[in-house]
């Protein structure tokens, strides 16, 4: 089965606008949607939580336990940077496991709070339906 | 991988939505995040001194992605990302070629096959 990985408009457009104020931390974004885009076996082993100290760079994938309490089916792909520490800047990413296909939805900053009911966690939420990923019981 | 792309069926992008691929053109053809993604390529390539860089180190501290190494190298993005995954299926050919195309000497590539993948 081949993976996929889409860019939502809504997160292309937070990147975009962090490129405005901090080119280097959207180019660490973009670099991890490249690393994902890259190699297939990633993209396929992703939505297996744990840390990925060893690829290139490493990276961390985490469950959104809110999310996915909910049926959401959305997880936390954070960047490590070289000198071990992660990247301000994170993706929410959203997994549709019967097209294999991963939705970047939201770009988040790492003291964004994912407070159930906020407008940002329903926001994500509403991205994540638009995407037609289903929602699991 | 025929019969694998016989039975994948890629939902239909939704307005606005954008492959990664797409994306990924759509930044490199900004000279200033495509810029800055190179930057930011070169910062993950680094190790520390006593460390060997893999394969994929090795590329990313040139500033390059695995599509931009493979047309320099006159392949396929996919035969880089096998490469860096398993340097075991590199012949002493497709070494040397890959060090022309980043600008290191031999060795490095030599050393950097044999660290592996994820090392």
């Known amino acids: 089965m081949l993976f996929d990985l889409v860019i939502l408009p809504e997160c292309n457009q937070e990147i975009a606008a962090l490129s405005r104020v901090d080119e280097e931390a959207a180019a660490e974004i973009d670099l991890l ?96 339906e638009q995407c037609g990923i289903p929602t699991y019981k | 991988m025929q019969v694998c792309t016989m039975f ?3 939902p239909a992008l939704q307005a606005g939505q954008l492959a990664a691929a797409d994306y990924l053109a759509q930044v490199e053809a900004d000279p200033r995040r495509a810029a800055a993604l190179a930057r930011a390529r070169v910062r993950a390539g680094r190790v520390n001194a006593a460390a060997t860089q893999t394969l994929s180190q090795l590329r990313l501290s040139a500033g390059l992605s695995q599509a931009q190494l493979a047309e320099r190298l006159g392949t396929q993005q996919p035969n880089i990302a096998r490469w860096e995954r398993d340097p075991r299926n590199m012949n002493v050919e497709t070494i040397h070629r890959f060090a022309a195309a980043l600008g290191v000497p031999p060795d490095a590539v030599f050393k950097a096959s044999s660290v592996g993948y994820g090392a």
């Open chain 1, 33 to 128: 949607i490249e690393r994902l885009q890259e190699d297939q076996p990633e993209l396929e082993n992703l939505c297996i939580p744990g840390n990925r100290y060893n690829y290139d760079p490493a990276f961390e994938v985490k469950l959104l336990v809110a999310a996915q309490k909910r049926g959401k089916n959305i997880y936390l792909v954070k960047y490590r940077l070289p000198d071990g520490d992660l990247a301000d800047y994170r993706l929410l990413i959203g997994y549709h496991a019967q097209h294999g296909t991963y939705y970047a939805l939201q770009l988040a900053h790492r003291n964004h709070s994912y407070e159930v009911g906020s407008e940002s966690f329903n926001q994500l939420l509403d991205r994540y």
């Open chain 2, 8 to 10: 994948h069926s890629l």
